[in-house]
């Protein structure tokens, strides 16, 4: 096991100022280096919030988080978003494709933010789609492709980046069990090479793939390390 | 890597550990902007037809009323070079002097002048000029028209267009032959339409036979009413002693020297005595009216102007709604609020600019086509299509404000969240 990558202490995180409605309650969470983790729940459970404040997405309102060493909260909104372009990669239920810009142009968006060299930018996004087998479909439009594909698509863009930390949101909600299959083999390989993943699902089958389960019901995590 | 450093908020106010801020190049923004604009290119040409409209009114009427004043400018120029008109001078006491008839024949020596015709004014008193020798209670046949004698070289001068029939010559004059050319509105008032019947008028008792009828003059527009009579007919019958004024069409450029050698030619023992004329200039009035029609022309490009900046506002806004999943990835990617707004407001932007470009070129076409339809030369001020794609442009930035603020306060996982 590497060294600890994520760690939440007792993070909280409320909404609305009167009367706010608390989204997160001291949640404790460690993730090592290599580890693939599994965040389950039903809707509503604050689970997106979660995946707000892992996500540097957003900073919690009580407790710390520290991704890689750094105090996430610490850090000025400018910063926490290199730190999303540079360090995290996301994939979502949705896939989140620009319907019209072609793959290859999908997966070279994630550079834009990160004021990665225009140079091989390219070359780069089709090695990445390659990686996932995709490598014809470069110059189609998402819109051509299956819902597999468009996810592969999504990773391969999520992975340009080389990114410290996968963070998918329900990355198989969309998809057949068969095709959900293939997704969960491709997180599988990337896991055995190395990569830190976090799922966050309410499907047991996809939660069944990680090393870890933990589940977080009315805002607290419970079975987490 | 264990962590060991631990930064909190409050110690130091931007942390400052190594960890890079996200950012954009200004060419990336470009080509996002760009995409954003082009992914759909039916609804960016709709939404940016209001502000091409607009800015497409504004440039034609500014084009069209400088080549109307240019027009009129340049037409006034052509025909006031071109022509003096020599009077004896009233204010010069002493013997009578007079205009001599032979003024034509004088001045047609000089260098410059392309024809000079008398042009005599006669006091017919009260007599009426009538076409029907039957006086018809029901209808009004007695007019009164004004009566000239003109020598045969005043058609040239004036350059007359003869509808029907012959002019005055000298052979006619020199006869003092009873016959007259009507302006084309004496012949319209006196109901005359033909001359190869022969047709007879009287002026008070005295009868004439109508040999010519003219179309048009394009100086001494008194003559389209006139009924025109030979210098002989003058002479002997109404006793005109000399002409009124000599009009003389000169070629271009050679105005100013006739009229200094003009004088000279026709009296050189007292040039003092006669008086050069140009004709008054009608540009005022002229201007006035293109004054009120410009203002009713630009205040419509302003409000179309208004309609074209509220469309762009309002498809941004939708564009907006349409791609929160898209803001919400470019969030997740590494985009700050900034970079979002940035986006939204270089599209707004850019549709402007388009509406600008597009708007300018329709309205240099309507400028040249209506130059063309009425043959002047189309002028417009170079700035003016330059400034239009400007105009829109900050047009579509104003247009764009409140539509990338909502994009950029948008909450990042609830727009992931709320779908495609």
New interface residues.
Partial sequence: MG??LI?LDGVTRRYGAASPVVALRGANLRVC?GEWLAIVGPSGSGK??L??II?C??RPDGG?Y?F????V???????R??????R?G?V?????L????TVA?NVM??E????RP?AGRRERALAALAAMGLGDRADYLPTRLSGGERQRVAIARSLVNEPALLLC?EPTGNLDSQTTATILEILGDLHDRGLTIVTITHEPEVAARAQRRVRIVDGELRGAA | MISVISLRRSDTAPADDGVPPAGMTARDLLDEAVAGLFARPGRTLLTVLGTVIGLGALVATLGLSLTASNRIVGRFDELSATQITITVNPAESGPAREVPWDAPERLGRLNGVVAAGNLSEIDVGDALVSASPINDPQRRTEFKLGVVAASPELFTAVRARLRTGRLLDDGLSARAEPVVVLGPNAATQLGIGRVDHLPTISIGEERFTVIGILDGVERRFDLLSAVIVTEGTARSLYQVRSPTSVIVDTELGAAPLLAQQSPLALDPTDPAGFQIASPEQPQRVREAVRGDLDVLFLMLGGVSLLVGAIGIANVTLVSVMERVGEIGLRRALGATRRHIAMQFLLESAAMGVLGGILGASGGLLVVVGVSLHQTWTPVVHPAVPLLAPLVGGIIGLLAGLYPALRAARLEPVEALRAGT
Avoid: K, M
């Avoid at chain 1, 909260?73 to 910063?79: E, H, I, T, V, Y």
């Avoid at chain 1, 978003?81 to 540079?86: E, F, P």
């Avoid at chain 1, 620009?98 to 810009?101: P, V």
């Avoid at chain 1, 834009?112 to 004021?115: A, E, P, S, T």
């Fill in positions: 060294a600890e760690v280096s997106s919030t995946l707000n996500g997405l957003d710390t520290h890689d060493g750094i105090d909260a610490a850090l000025s909104d400018r910063q978003a290199g730190l999303r372009s540079r995290l996301f979502f239920q949705a896939f989140h620009l319907a019209h810009r142009e968006l994630a834009v933010y990160g004021l225009r949101d």
